[in-house]
């Protein structure tokens, strides 16, 4: 066979270039696996940051952006809560409006005047 790197012809079992030291096999050298560490927070959908994130989706957004790299599904767990809070919340504000608007045309007025 040749050379991967510099196509000089050699032996069939070679792992390596006898000329320039090129691997010759696709699989990458063994690498040690990442040492564990038992002071790792431990990664985990739960319902408590959920909970959290609902109730101050602030706290959510920022826990989530904070934990996006290191702790994905918490961070989702607190994205997601948050999420569904501030849903709730602007239904909560549209709902308050629409009965506010529909109670009297003076809070209707009201109304329009805030937000519009
Ligand atoms: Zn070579």
Redesign the pocket.
Known sequence: MF?K????E?GDNETY?T????PQNDVPPQQAPPAYSANAPVDGSSFGWAFLGFLIPLVGLILFLVWKDTLPLRSKSCGKGALVGVILYVIFIIISVAIGACAAASAYDYYAAVLL
Not at 5 to 8: L, V, Y
Not at 19 to 22: E, I, L, P, R, S
Request: contains cysteine.
């Open positions: 050379c790197k510099c196509g000089k050699i270039c000329y320039c030291g090129a």
